[in-house]
């Protein structure tokens, strides 16, 4: 036993509580406490969970544990940690105490957002039961790891938990640096155990998806450098010769981000395919990451591996995904679809999305995301996940590939939580539709990619003027209307995130074009005002 563990690729740091043993992380001896501490769960499943007058304490730690190349491709990523503030709407619990910890402070006015979005619970009630903390550090390294290596402000978060049977720790994505930020608070941690993560990689979704007898796009996982993803595509266009382009994904890529295509445009035939492949491949690859290069992917990919797959395209191409969720006790449910928003230079970058997904397939996508809840159950894996298909109309109707498993929180988790904490109502998995208490169906469309150059400048507080002078906001009367997030982002990136929930997904859309043609028109407002006191 040790006083406190010396983290992997960190420098030694001060106890900060020399009476508290640690197990050294990654130690079986940490193993076996996380076991110990993620039994609670199932008491506080049983117990806890279905009384809305229980007392309980979650800690949120929304920190996007990956690789930081990757996530500084995304513009405006640190503010992602917003994303999971939909979890104050847990405060509407009158006995939950939230523990919201963050890489820098959040603006008091975006807190203030959305604290006042709360049903029925005074504002000043809410905040004596919110509790915000900050590492107070922007650099692109996991909060979790900030937090570790801040032990005094893991002993803050400890001193707000009144008791850790009745607590738990929620994250944005599950690793050995979750697991031990756990151990370390004595709480169990609600997502995925990290020493199952693998089977949310690329590599790992296409043998779910073997298991599970569902189709997927011709291809090939754990690869492992330039040759083998060379051999692949030789392969796969031997295999197809009128195939027109593949993808390669590495395999913890992120909203599409880790993802390039290949074209076989005047590819040879025969014996030449190969030596072609392997001459053309670094000119030839086309990534969706903005500023990615040959040198800096081949690198990754060499160190977490990719799979190579058939481009599945043709008229009418759609990206439905299924939300489920296998809960403490082992029982699988379907949680959502949604048909995903895409954009980057082929389309396979995470924009934002509808819900719920076209009602032609939506039952056909949660009968195959079920059966990957299945296998996802039997081998262990608890909590929130997604699976993303490709899907193409035919004639006998529609054809889906499943191409992906993210056993994490993703781009679709914020606006349907958000939906259900603002109405209350629940999803009917007999018809794929929401149902608010009342009965009247409610649908959204959500996008995480509201930019522009001109929005740069705004503050927070400028988009709540914005709001409250056009009416945009969600109406409790009506259980329609709009919701911002990523506000933090708007200023510096001009990004913002929009989830507009109406009647009917038309509506939803119609509410969309009129808040994003209000944000444009009180940019072109600003330039104005800018124009007035630039220098001459």
């Known amino acids: 036993m040790l006083h ?54 979650v800690v949120v730690v929304p920190s996007l544990s990956m690789n930081p190349e990757l996530l500084e491709k995304i513009s405006g990523v640190q503010y992602y940690e917003e994303r999971l503030l939909f979890m104050l709407m847990m405060l509407r619990l009158p006995n939950t105490r939230v523990v919201y910890v963050t890489s820098q402070p959040i603006a008091p006015s975006i807190i203030d957002y959305y604290l006042h979005l709360l049903p029925g619970v005074p504002v000043s009630h809410a905040r004596k039961r919110l509790e915000l903390l900050s590492a107070y550090d922007t650099s692109p390294v996991p909060l979790t790891r900030k937090l570790l290596e801040r032990p005094r402000l893991v002993r803050r978060i400890r001193h707000l938990i009144p008791d850790p049977r009745i607590a738990h720790l929620t994250v944005y994505n599950s690793t050995c640096l979750e697991r031990t930020l756990a151990v370390w608070l004595d709480i169990p941690l609600y997502g995925c155990d990290p020493e199952r993560c ?104 060499n160190r977490m591996g990719g799979v190579v797959e058939a481009f599945v395209d043709g008229p009418g191409k759609r990206s439905p995904s299924m939300q489920g969720s296998v809960d403490p006790l082992g029982v699988t449910s379907v949680v959502s679809t949604h048909d995903q928003l895409l954009g980057g230079p082929s389309g396979q970058v995470f924009q934002g999305c509808s819900f719920p997904a076209d009602p032609d397939y939506r039952l056909e996508i949660q009968s195959r995301g079920l059966r990957v809840a299945d296998e996802l159950a039997s081998d262990g894996v608890m909590g929130r996940f997604s699976v993303d298909f490709v899907s193409l109309p035919t004639d006998e109707g529609w054809k889906h590939f499943a191409v992906e498993v993210n056993l994490r929180k993703g781009g679709t988790t914020h606006p349907f939580m958000m939906l259900q904490y603002l109405t209350d109502g629940v999803f009917d998995p007999e018809t794929g539709q929401y149902f608010t208490p009342n009965g009247p169906v409610r649908c959204y469309y959500a996008s ?30 009506t259980q329609e209307g709009v919701v911002f997030h990523l506000i933090g982002a708007l200023s510096q990136y001009g990004k913002l995130g929009v989830l507009c929930i109406a009647e009917t997904m038309e509506c939803a859309r119609r509410l969309y074009l009129e808040t994003v043609d209000v944000l444009n028109l009180e940019a072109d407002a600003q330039e104005e005002a800018r124009a007035h006191v630039r220098p001459r």
């Open 198 to 301: 693998p089977l949310g990689t690329k590599s790992g979704s296409r043998h779910l998806f073997e298991r599970a007898g569902i189709e997927t796009p011709p291809g090939f996982e754990d690869l492992g450098g330039a040759e083998e993803i060379s051999e692949a595509l030789a392969e796969l266009r031997g295999r197809e010769p009128g195939l027109k382009r593949a993808v390669v994904k590495l395999n913890e890529g992120l909203s599409g981000e880790g993802n390039a295509t290949f074209a076989f445009e005047n590819a040879p035939r025969g014996s030449a395919l190969l030596p072609w492949i392997r001459s053309r491949l670094p000119d030839r690859l086309r990534f969706e990451a903005h500023g990615e290069t040959w040198d800096a992917y081949i690198a990754r990919f």
């Open 4 to 57: 406190l563990p010396r983290l992997a690729e960190a420098h030694p740091i001060e106890p900060f509580d020399r009476a508290l043993q640690l197990p050294q992380p990654g130690s079986e001896e940490e193993r076996q406490i996380f076991a110990r501490l993620q039994a609670r769960l199932v008491s506080q499943f049983q117990d806890l969970f279905p009384d809305p007058l229980a007392p309980r304490t």
């Open 448 to 477: 995480d990619n509201v930019v522009s150059e001109r929005y740069r400048g705004m503050t927070p507080e400028d988009l709540t003027d914005i709001a409250v002078w056009h009416g945009l906001h969600f109406h409790g009367a």
